[in-house]
């Protein structure tokens, strides 16, 4: 699994250096219309095409029949039940085509929560860093060493939460940076990818050690010792504004694509 995470985030980051001069904006807006054509495209594919025109034109029938025979109690509901058996008709087909899309839009919209959902830690900013431990550790033992590169600084020593298991530190960047943070626990290690200044660009989010939470958190690859859970990084949320407006990165996504496949479902000719 972790060699399709690298390949999806190398496949984004380079759309993503694409446009790395241009706002964020507009890399997600194409690629959220390309995703909207390929959706389009995969939806005909294995959808059932010509059942879907046949239910569409008995629903368009019953409608007209509802307007027509509005006077008519009889006839009004026998296009009413004939209208709902057609739209419960429509959801079993367009079930298969959402199915099969599923798998790989979720997998997309994971990834590009690296690149949309957060924003690199403002500079002379305090942030948390918490790691979580796999065993209970003693209020007498040592905890976890935190190594920082030089443009970053700990703030204090670290706070232990002995119920939760974690261990907190409270950093802050001096100045633009693109490296890992090491932790160092009885001569066993890992680390985390930390991004600070500069403008929007892929933030790898919490690191963990499950293989199943690893498929909803993939952008730092899993922990390779057997002493922590996870470790995170508070990041502060992307903003993205449209129009002057701020609009969450994932109701653009979804808005544009599916503008994008309804606009061009006559082209290719698809029925949805």
Same mark, same amino acid.
């Given at each position: 699994m972790e060699i399709v995470n690298w390949i999806i985030d190398a496949i984004l980051l380079g759309v993503h250096a694409v446009f790395s001069m241009a706002p964020p904006l507009l890399g997600l807006t194409v690629l959220s219309a390309v995703?909207? /054509?390929?959706? !389009?495209?995969?939806?005909?594919?294995?959808?059932? @095409? @010509?059942?879907?025109k046949q239910v569409k034109r008995r629903m368009q029938a019953g409608l007209l029949e509802l307007r027509v025979f509005v006077d008519e109690p009889v006839i %009004? !509901?026998?296009?009413?039940?004939?209208?709902?058996?057609?739209?419960l008709n429509y959801l079993l087909l367009a079930l298969r085509p959402a199915l099969w899309m599923a798998v790989p839009v979720g997998l997309l919209l994971i990834h !590009?929560? %690296?690149?949309?959902?957060? %924003? $690199? !830690? $403002?500079l002379a900013t305090p942030a948390l860093v918490t790691l979580r431990m796999t065993g209970d550790l003693a209020e007498s033992?040592? $905890?976890?060493?935190? /190594? /920082? $590169?030089?443009? /970053? @600084?700990?703030?204090g020593p670290p706070v232990r939460v002995t119920a939760l298991r974690e261990v907190s530190w409270r950093i802050v960047p001096v100045s633009p940076v693109s490296d890992k943070l090491l932790f160092r626990f009885n001569g066993r290690s890992t680390w985390i990818s930390i991004e600070a200044g500069g403008k929007q660009r892929y933030v790898p989010g919490t690191k963990v050690a499950s293989v199943w939470e690893s498929l909803f958190s993939p952008s730092n690859g899993r922990i390779s010792g057997d002493f922590a859970e996870w470790a995170e990084i508070r990041y502060p949320a992307a903003r993205m504004q449209v129009f002057g407006f701020r609009v969450n990165w994932l109701v653009w996504f979804l808005v544009v694509s599916m503008a994008s496949a309804l606009l061009l479902k006559k082209r290719f000719a698809v029925v949805i």
């Open positions: 995703v909207g /054509v390929a959706m !389009l495209w995969g939806f005909g594919k294995t959808s059932n @095409q @010509q059942r879907m %009004s !509901l026998r296009a009413q039940k004939g209208l709902l058996a057609a739209n !590009l929560a %690296s690149f949309y959902d957060r %924003s $690199p !830690l $403002p033992a040592a $905890p976890p060493e935190l /190594v /920082v $590169p030089a443009n /970053v @600084q700990i703030l």
